[in-house]
DNA sequence: CTTATTTCGGACAAAATTGTCTTAAATGTA
DNA sequence: TACATTTAAGACAATTTTGTCCGAAATAAG
């Protein structure tokens, strides 16, 4: 469904936002221990999704990462799945075709534009702040 | 969504199966010419496949492959998907734990199972008869 | 039996994705 | 200023996915 940089992507922002729920700023190993991706790689995806201002970084001593309010409550999954991943996966044909539609629809088209709706759908009314307080609760796990 | 493999799997299947509505059986070139998959990649899957029961193959002159009127109303795009990528998207986690289930739920999870749900009953219910009778009559295509 | 045609199977190769390492830049504190 | 801490950025490496090639096996026909 989404690639693993997505996954990583979108479990940091989340514990992130945990964090910033008690005025904390993350460091990148808190979250690579907290998350289990790989802490490197996970710093990449992280300066992804700052420059798309999905969340915040700091230099130096005290230093981290964060969201802000506005963040917590405006930020919806589909913008980080869109952010990494591209918006395949909200128009692209599920046979690959480069271009499919109503006028030249794949074998599938029709039986896949309401699946694709649906995904977009779900996307694009989960808020970080909803995921994040399921986190913080211990209602859900990033871990296993 | 589905990988590029399981793409030119669908893909091969539908074009096979327009084909035996005619009674003739496909080679391996012809399959590749009118999909776009690469040859020597398609046969691979096609192999796959095969022994799923999905197609049959048959060697030597006058072969190639075919599906029996009983695959043709039996397989579903479940069938193949499931040949080819097995069944991580009917029950894999969002954000790729190992386990994700109700007792221990990804923060993704509940949003997650409905979609799941969607796409499963998308692909069990879509028959390969129903697609290769819109191909055949020339209301989808495969080129692109 | 020989030959032509076709899939089968495994080794190999290329490309894309995922992950690591190292150095630079920023920044707070003494 | 000097230093410790942290992210930024880009080169490099490993892994996975995708794709190619070639010889073997099967089979139909002369």
């Known amino acids: 469904m989404f690639s693993k940089t997505c996954e990583h992507g979108i479990k940091a922002v989340i514990y ?7 005025g904390k700023r993350t460091k990148i190993g808190d979250i690579a221990k907290n998350t289990g991706t790989p802490e490197a790689f996970t710093a990449k995806v992280l300066g992804q999704l700052t420059r798309h201002n999905i969340i915040n970084s700091y ?7 964060d969201v802000t309010e506005e963040q917590m409550h405006n930020v919806k999954m589909s913008d980080i799945v869109s952010a990494i991943d591209g918006d395949a996966i909200f128009n ?4 690959g075709l480069s271009e499919c539609n109503e006028q030249f629809p794949c074998p599938m ?15 694009t009314q989960t ?10 609760d211990g209602k859900t796990v990033l871990l296993r």
Do not use: N, W
């Open 127 to 136: 808020t970080l702040s909803e995921l994040a307080t399921g986190l913080k």
């Open 109 to 123: 088209h029709h039986k896949f534009v309401s699946v694709r709706q649906q995904i977009k759908e779900m996307l």
């Open 16 to 22: 992130i936002a945990t964090q910033s729920m008690d």
């Open 92 to 95: 692209g044909c599920g046979l």
């Open 59 to 65: 230099t130096g001593p005290y230093g981290g990462f």
